[in-house]
């Protein structure tokens, strides 16, 4: 049953915000998700990675986690995120590990780390989803 859920929810992707930002996910689990994504196509008119893009690859992650977290009977709502952004990226792709902070029956929590192609931390994220009962 769960490894049927985890299918679905990969099957269904990242969405169409992540998709065109090239995130990828490459680990997935509801107490731990990573992904990478670019870095090219995702700039700020100054050469660096944008700060929005740190925060969709964040609430990309964290939502995936929480939606497996909660099964097929909850569907994940992001009521909160935040981004601490510690250096700039200018080239490469950034790795976003997405590891729970607390998983409970109607909420879920995530720190997510991302950090560089050479593991330099550039960002720390924040994101709590509200786990809503699932409208068919």
């Known amino acids: 049953m769960v490894t049927d859920f985890l299918e679905h929810v990969m099957a269904a992707g990242v969405g169409e915000l992540a998709e065109t930002m090239g995130i990828e996910i490459t ?3 509801p107490q731990r998700m990573v992904g ?7 700039r700020q008119p100054y050469g660096l990675l944008h700060g929005g893009a740190n925060v969709v690859l964040a609430e990309t992650l964290g939502s995936i986690a929480a939606a497996l ?6 569907a ?5 995120v935040s981004a601490t952004h510690h250096r700039s990226a200018t080239s490469g792709h950034v790795t976003g590990t997405a590891t729970a902070i607390s998983l409970g029956r109607t909420v879920a929590s995530y720190e ?11 960002c720390t ?3 709590t989803c509200l786990l809503r009962d699932r409208v068919s």
Do not use: Q, S
């Open 36 to 42: 990478t994504m670019p870095v090219a196509g995702n």
């Open 76 to 80: 994940p709502v992001g009521i909160e």
């Open 112 to 122: 997510i780390l991302i950090v560089d192609d050479e593991g330099r931390r550039t």
């Open 69 to 74: 977290h909660g099964g097929p009977e909850k």
């Open 27 to 29: 680990e997935a689990t």
């Open 125 to 127: 994220a924040r994101l």
